[in-house]
């Protein structure tokens, strides 16, 4: 079944190669056995390294785009690798954990500097992220920049599963083989987002 697209708002993303899609939707399938609310494909639920989370309206959709190509302007082609796997206790999540390097952090913050003004206030995020059971402080990431996932919280990851309730994890699924593979970055892409903000649709992709 084709899942539901939350329709105007989008990640800005990292799109791994086939190699590193394809042991990712590999895991994905093993944390079926645990109970997750679904897993990774190549159509939908899309494999993807998220940088920043942002809705932005249809009008203004157009000018967002050309603000992205202007920040990656100046950007060369990088290199990130695979880690390890850990989970988000917050959101019952299983994460394909990444490198997270100084030209990364910048990029990352550079985005919402010069995309935050396209942001959406009226399309109610908040519910989405289920703000009111997050920490303080990653609420007022929330509060600030539509997003909980900065400074400290920006730990960037393909997110392999969602466990359902209180399904089995621990130290069976921090047990599971992750390659320590290596890719070339020298893209971003935006997806348009659907539950657990996974990726279903790609949108754009923009080259460095």
Not at 92 to 114: D, F, S, V
Not at 118 to 140: A, S
Not at 162 to 179: D, F
Request: glycine share 6%.
């Amino acid at each position: 079944m084709k899942p539901r697209i939350w329709k105007n708002y989008y990640d800005v993303v990292i799109l791994p190669p086939k190699n590193v899609r394809d042991h990712a939707i590999t895991l994905s399938k093993k944390l079926e056995k645990y109970g997750t609310t679904w897993s990774l494909g190549e159509k939908y639920f899309i494999p993807h390294i998220s940088l920043y989370h942002i809705p932005v309206p249809p009008s203004r959709f157009n000018d967002f785009i050309d603000e992205l190509k202007r920040i990656v302007s100046g950007y060369a082609p990088r290199t990130l690798a695979l880690t390890r796997i850990t989970q988000l206790e917050q959101y019952h999540a299983i994460l394909a954990m990444t490198e997270n390097p100084a030209w990364l952090k910048e990029l990352y913050r550079t985005i919402i500097k010069c995309t935050h003004t396209y942001f959406d206030m009226k399309y109610g995020v908040n519910e989405l992220w289920g703000k009111k059971h997050l920490p303080r402080t990653m609420q007022k990431n929330i509060e600030a920049y539509g997003t909980p996932m900065v400074g400290r919280y920006f730990l960037p990851h393909i997110t392999l599963g969602v466990l359902q309730g209180n399904g089995s994890s621990g130290e069976e699924i921090e047990k599971m083989k992750l390659k320590p593979l290596r890719f070339n970055v020298d893209a971003i892409a935006v997806c348009e987002l659907g539950r657990s903000f996974s990726c279903q649709r790609i949108v754009r992709k923009i080259f460095f």
